[in-house]
């Protein structure tokens, strides 16, 4: 049957219940979020001579839990307005209403018993056919579904969420015992497809995939850590973005989470895996229940393994839990002599081995942690899913690592990995051996493109499923390369279209990018039909190589300064006009002159979490790669007549004098970075480089034809000009930007205005590209603005001077 999902019902409205209503607001889904009937009124609602009978009070728990989710940082939702796409109400006056949903997903307290209940009341007013699935991190879903009618046991399973639902990826489908492949086909497919999520099928086991090799991990480093006399700053430092792991590392993660979240999944373990081999680790270590006792629960309660407090002088630093003497102490830094050596290796699968070669504690450390880790992984099979990539793909997705255990344990080489186990006292699971004694040394392996593992029932390996809808660049690079250098590499993705991807230092825009960017263009209008620039790394560009710019600036090598800004502004000229269509697809962060790349592309296909933006006035320069001519230009095409068009070119003039950045890729709408009617956005990011092909293969079939440079841009010149200086000297009165602020802004004012001219006029885009990178080079002559530079470069955020 063909089922869609226009309209979802969740019941419940706490942290994760506001959070999934808001990311199916997210992707255009209508939704009804309802919640408990408050017992008595609150101080505010005497004072108001409100009762229990008003609406108003009546659904204030889930008013006030939406609107607190909604005020949350990291936001919950892509752009403000589509919070008006969710409904409220309560499980009383509302109830009936969710006879209208496609979809009901309940999300209250983790206790079978209330779950049970408010099952039965649903199955009163949920119309036969409709989905019905539980959010529980760990009760078994078989015990919920009990009772119920044979249409709610069919449509019935558990569908969990990691917390936050927009940011977190992992989409834990568990079915009950009568749950119909129909339901589990289509939900896996949905989770993919329109939540832009990892879909996992596991099996109904404790804490289900995820959390159950998860929270192993952390509850075996919290038994580490005293083994090995170790701070929590050290484990931090070895367990942080080193290893692929999130930045937050161990227990910084675990202070934003919760403690008590943790252990109630760790308690939880504890009492209902009692046959599991390291059953003894979810149990919690004494400094645990100490932090417990004391509520030292993390950022909700102010202080847990970390606390922010207050210096005298009105400043904040943070102190560190000593676990020995459980007291509050000034941070120490970790230092470890491996972790210099592993600077250079950038490629985090070489990094492993040099890793777990050290002889000092680091080394002993990564032995101890990745056996543990391997062994426990490799038991888990078949018991919570039968096929090992589920459990990269749930690691990967939820909890943030860029490798999962196998992954991990293939980089090391798998009879490595056994080697040094069997050192540390540890034994992999039996399949593990036969699969090396048959001579198969890898669970992974590339074929034509496709990711392969190893399936322990055939003994052979066999594709991963769900590949054939996208491209995976790791997987073509080596064989569909047609062109690289030290900073890019251009893949043939078939059907004539090229793909750029950039390989530089967090990708950023260098000479050899811009060299790379024309190499690709002339290859693609010789023997191609489109082009894509794409790539897998954590952000798709952070911008213009400004080490390369503060050295020519600091030793005033201005003509070849010069020419370098010019060649950045060609070569984005290029991307807007060649013979072939261009599609840009950023991602996570595209800032600066990856933003500019994007501004110039034919068309962009973003991912939804994509933080885009022109922030140069942070390093103390103008946007000088065309951003500054493109906004401009952009301002001039919304012009109408008796418009007041100083109020739309205004309105690009903040967006790049306040360096503003989109939280979502939905926001940089509203800041003309992405132009409706034109860009589109993403949600699944493994499909996103497939999407952006289709599109760059349709303009190329509908006959593509290269634009013709722009010489009708309006500029507005003293007008506009005599406006912005008397803004920037108020800003400046007032103390909101500093002296150094408004003379960047004022020399942008000049750009944008299109100079001093006396009257409205006509320019091209060369006229107003000329004017840009003579006040971009201007800017670099500046003291300020090269303090500004070294600070980014030396501390990796702006200064204000």
Not at 87 to 92: A, K, M
Not at 390 to 398: E, H, L, R, T
Not at 556 to 573: C, G
Request: charged share 30%.
């Amino acid at each position: 049957m063909k089922r869609t999902i226009n309209k979802v019902a969740v019941i419940g409205s706490g942290i994760m219940g506001s959070g999934i209503a808001c990311h199916f607001a997210n992707i255009g889904v209508e939704v009804l979020l309802l919640d408990i009937v408050p017992r008595e009124l609150n101080e505010k609602e005497q004072k108001k001579g409100l009762t229990l009978e008003d609406k108003e009070v009546r659904n204030r728990i889930v008013n006030d839990s939406l609107q607190n989710s909604l005020k949350s940082k990291p936001s919950p939702i892509y752009h403000k307005d589509f919070a008006n796409r969710i409904t409220t109400g309560n499980l009383e006056d509302d109830i009936a209403k969710v006879s209208e949903a496609d979809w009901i997903i309940e999300v209250v307290v983790e206790r079978l018993d209330i779950k049970k209940q408010v099952f039965e009341k649903l199955e009163k007013h949920r119309k036969p056919g409709t989905l019905i699935t539980s959010n529980t991190s760990g009760i078994p879903i078989k015990f919920m579904n009990e009772g119920r009618s044979e249409d709610f046991q069919k449509h019935f399973c558990g569908t969990h969420f990691f917390n936050p639902p927009r940011y977190l990826r992992l989409f834990e489908i568990i079915p009950g015992p009568d749950t119909s492949g129909e339901v589990l086909d289509f939900l896996n497919d949905y989770g993919k497809k329109f939540l832009g999520k990892k879909s996992v099928i596991a099996k109904d086991t404790p804490a289900f995939i995820g959390n159950r090799v998860g929270i192993f991990s952390i509850m075996s480093l919290f038994h580490m850590v005293k083994d090995m006399d170790m701070t929590i700053e050290e484990v931090d430092k070895l367990t942080g973005p080193v290893i692929g792991r999130q930045k937050s590392a161990t227990f910084r993660t675990v202070d934003v989470v919760g403690l008590d979240t943790l252990v109630h999944v760790a308690n939880g373990l504890y009492e209902n895996v009692p046959e599991d081999e390291a059953h003894d680790l979810f149990a919690l270590p004494d400094f645990i229940q100490t932090m417990m006792d004391n509520k030292w629960l993390g950022s909700k309660t102010g202080q847990g393994f970390y606390k922010k407090e207050k210096k005298e002088d009105g400043s904040s630093e943070i102190k560190s839990l000593d676990l020995d003497k459980m007291e509050f102490r000034d941070r120490k830094s970790a230092k470890f002599s491996v972790l210099e050596q592993t600077k250079t290796i950038d490629k985090l699968s070489d990094r492993y081995k040099v890793l777990i070669k050290d002889e000092g504690k680091a080394g002993k450390f990564y032995r101890k942690n990745f056996s543990a880790l391997f062994a426990y992984a490799s038991n888990r099979i078949p018991e919570i899913t039968d096929e090992l990539y589920k459990i990269d793909d749930a690691m990967q997705a939820g909890f943030g690592w860029e490798h999962g255990p196998f992954q991990v344990w293939d980089a090391l080489g798998v009879e490595k990995g056994i080697e040094m186990m069997k050192a540390e006292g540890y034994e992999p699971a039996a399949w593990v051996s036969e699969m090396v004694d048959a001579g198969i040394t890898s669970f992974y392996s590339v074929k034509e493109g496709n990711t392969y593992y190893y399936e322990i029932p055939k003994k052979e390996h066999v594709k991963v499923p769900g590949q054939d809808s996208y491209i995976i660049l790791d997987n073509i690079r080596e064989s569909k390369a047609v062109f690289q250098n030290s900073g890019v590499v251009v893949e043939d993705l078939g059907d004539g279209i090229l793909n750029l991807e950039f390989r530089s230092k967090m990708n950023s825009i260098g000479g050899d990018v811009l060299d790379g960017i024309n190499k690709a263009i002339d290859l693609a209008e010789k023997e191609y039909r489109g082009l894509v620039v794409s790539n897998d790394g954590k952000n798709f560009s952070v911008g213009a190589n400004i080490g390369m710019i503060f050295m020519m600036a600091v030793e005033q090598e201005y003509d070849e300064l010069n020419m370098a800004i010019k060649y950045f502004q060609d070569t984005m000229m290029r991307m807007r006009y060649s013979s072939i269509p261009t599609v840009s697809a950023p991602h996570n962060m595209a800032l600066g002159g990856g933003c500019e790349l994007s501004l110039h592309a034919d068309k962009v296909v973003a991912h939804a979490e994509t933080y885009i933006g022109l922030v140069e006035f942070g390093v103390g320069v103008i946007p000088g790669g065309g951003g500054s001519k493109e906004m401009t230009l952009r301002a001039s095409d919304t012009y109408q007549k008796d418009d007041v068009e100083l109020n739309r070119l205004r309105e690009n003039f903040l967006t790049i004098g306040m360096a503003k950045v989109s939280t979502s890729a939905y926001e940089a709408y509203d800041t003309n970075i992405l132009q409706k009617g034109k860009d589109i956005v993403v949600v699944n990011r493994d499909n996103q480089l497939t999407i952006a092909k289709k599109h760059a293969l349709l303009m190329a079939e509908n006959g593509y034809t290269k634009p013709i440079m722009r010489k009708d841009i309006k500029v507005l010149g003293k007008q506009a000009l005599g406006a912005f200086y008397v803004g920037t000297d108020q800003m400046n009165a007032g103390k909101y930007i500093s002296d150094h602020d408004k003379k960047i802004a004022n020399k942008l004012a000049y750009v944008m205005a299109g100079g001093d001219l006396s009257e409205a006029s006509y320019v091209s885009e060369q006229y107003l590209l000329d004017l840009e990178r003579e006040a971009f080079l201007s800017l670099c002559g500046e003291r300020k603005t090269l303090e500004r530079l070294q600070h980014m470069l030396q501390k990796g955020k702006p200064l204000r001077n």
